[in-house]
């Protein structure tokens, strides 16, 4: 690892440099070769100690490519990695006059064999793949015969509907994370700071709602207009025509004593008609108690004999 | 080494005084990048890439030399596209995706986030069948080129199956579910010549199903957030996949594992399209940048621009055109086309809400097999079909 580490800024010390060198020239009866990855140089570093990188891609001029090298640590080193500033730039712009034609080939039109290969390929890995998932292959997969000594067992499988909805539910996501090192990261960065503006913009205003306080706080009249507004817009204290806001409120303030007054004024009224028909009341029971009393005693009077007999005998 | 064996080859190949510009002379050594549609490891590709350019006819004449196959591509220039037809409250939701069908071209599926799945005739714009089984928004759509079966994949984290020629039969027409996501499916594909499903989501991972039995092949593990899109072609990289990790991964699907990883955008990609007859693709972010790929091994940039709609930036959906017409379609119901080779923006419509709806996002679309009508399924709950100007 040490040895892919950059060269210290201020010293005489040469990397070692790595394979051959290509040299570039720029005729047009030379050859030009593609800068392709699979076109740098791989080679390997096997007298190193057993924990660095043991392939190293090498640029032309035979230094190292850290960013080739480091990209495929983990993964097959012929894997291709774009990690060059060429690669940020468009293939349209490095060649103005590239002609767009880029056909698609199928499998009857591909002028050579590689798209059947890859087809056959990938239908061989599948095929590999679901027999070890499925144990064996639909036919034998029904009944199966273990015959030992004289006793014969029959072992078959259970047939399920295939339409019953599924046994398990899964809940916790097993897949996450990168199996392999992170790509080399090809794009601008944002080079102007964040303004206090787009900052603004961003900025998400609290909840306000004009019919939920429970912890009853002051709510400046501002943000009650934004929130009867639906909290779009922005209302600064200048929008609020405070006379007239203020004159509301009195008025609102002086019909709700003027009504207070009316209902006490009203309830009193009640309380004294209630009173009067109370006392009314009292006196009319009065009156006939003092009537049942009267007409009582008169048939006491009048004739007892048969109530002193029969309480004497 | 290897370099210079190539250069031997090409020395015999190459007549020994060309006066190509140097542009063009790369621009036709870029051939074989499309040309090379699977590539196992490093010595024996460059050996097949040499016997491939042998049978290329390098000419004195610089443009015959680049034109070799551009007589396949018809390029429609700059037509104008209008709103034909809107189909009003399609669905009881916002409509989430759409799918082709890609045989007789004759109807269109499209589902919504009301858990339905709906059949209709691409002519009459009549529905067809209403297929119900979803307990949440339908997120994804397929529909095989090779059996009549529809895919769905949706928010209730279920992929299922149906029988298209049962659609009307009483018990129902699910005839499979692949039972395995924990999270909500976004996105799938299925395989041009195999009979593979790959799924993506909420869950970060790309799952292989084979279609017959219903097992689980391989779990593709790479994506640090949500996967948006997939797309499945023959040769390698077979499964392409964009996530809103920003992302863009090829994948080797012999060796399980990850092919490239494109890193060029800056913020997460809602949609990556192939082209439906070249070998490129498209990715949209939600920065309002489109980049153009190759979809050979390299994953070479081929070109990038940025949209210009002031309003909104997230790219919700595109849409290729066999003729070139890029379709962009934004959060804020903006609808773009683009020259698909120039990159150069040729109309900017607004859609326009339905009644009762304030903004009409455009969450999935597609063109017709022609290539003469779009599809786009919309926001306010309609479902809209824009035809070329006359």
Known sequence: MSSLLPKPKYSNYEPPKWGIYHQRTSSSSSILVPSLQSSTTIIDNTNAPKNTIQKLHLNDDGSINYNATLATVNADPHQRVQATYDDTVSLKARFPRLKHSFPRYDLATCPDDTLKQCVIDTQRTIDAILKQKLGHTAVDNDTATLSSGTNEILVSTYREDPLLPPKFRLRKNRHSGSPSVPAPILKKTSEANITKEDRDKWRIPAAISNWKNNQGFTISIDKRMQAAHGGEGSSSAEDVNFTKFSQVSMALQQAETEAREELNQKRDLMKQLEEKKQRERELQLKALAEESRTRSKRHYNGDNTKYHKRRHH | ?390
């Open chain 2, 1 to 390: 080494m290897m370099i210079k064996k190539l250069a031997g080859h090409r020395k015999d190949l190459l007549p020994p005084t060309d006066e190509l510009s140097e542009a063009t002379y790369k621009s036709v050594r870029l051939d074989y990048l499309t040309r090379l549609p699977s590539s196992q490891g490093s010595s024996g590709d460059i050996d097949t890439a040499t016997s491939l350019v042998a049978d290329v006819n390098i000419d004195e004449d610089a443009d015959e030399v680049a034109n070799i196959n551009t007589d396949m591509i018809p390029s429609s220039n700059d037509i104008q596209w209008e709103l034909q037809r809107v189909m009003a409250s399609a669905h009881d939701g916002w409509v989430r995706s759409v799918a082709m069908d890609p045989v007789t071209n004759d109807w269109f599926v499209t589902g919504g986030s009301d858990a339905a799945i709906k059949v209709w005739d691409l002519t009459t714009l009549k529905l067809k069948a209403v297929i119900s089984g979803h307990i949440l928004g339908v997120r994804s759509l397929a529909v095989s080129p090779r059996y009549p079966y529809l895919f769905s994949g949706s928010e209730d984290k279920t992929v299922r199956c149906w029988d298209l020629e049962r659609t009307h039969a009483p018990e129902g027409c699910q005839i499979r579910d692949y039972h395995g996501h924990v999270g909500g499916i976004y996105t799938m594909s299925l395989h041009p010549e195999l009979d593979l499903l790959f799924t993506g989501g909420r869950d970060q991972v790309i799952r292989v199903w084979d279609i017959r039995s219903r097992t689980e092949v391989m779990t593709l593990l790479g994506h640090s957030s949500d996967i948006t899109s997939i797309e499945s072609q023959i040769g390698d990289p077979q499964i392409i996949s964009s996530s809103m990790d920003s992302t863009i991964r090829l994948w080797d699907l012999r060796k399980q594992s990850t092919l490239l990883t494109l890193t060029h955008h800056t913020k997460s990609i809602r949609l990556m399209k192939l082209h439906p007859k070249e070998a490129t693709m498209c990715s949209g972010d939600s920065n309002g940048n489109f980049k153009q790929w190759l979809s050979s091994p390299g994953g070479e940039l081929l070109s990038e621009f940025t949209s210009t709609n002031e309003l909104s930036r997230i790219i919700n959906s595109v849409s290729i055109n066999p003729n070139n017409v890029l379709f962009a379609g934004f959060d804020d119901g903006t609808l773009e086309f683009y020259n698909y080779v120039s990159g150069k923006l040729i109309q900017r419509t607004k859609s326009i809400p339905s009644p009762g709806s304030r903004d009409s996002a455009i969450y999935d679309s597609t063109f017709d097999m022609s290539g003469s009508r779009l599809i786009t399924c919309e926001g306010d709950k309609s479902i809209k079909i824009w035809k070329e100007v006359e």
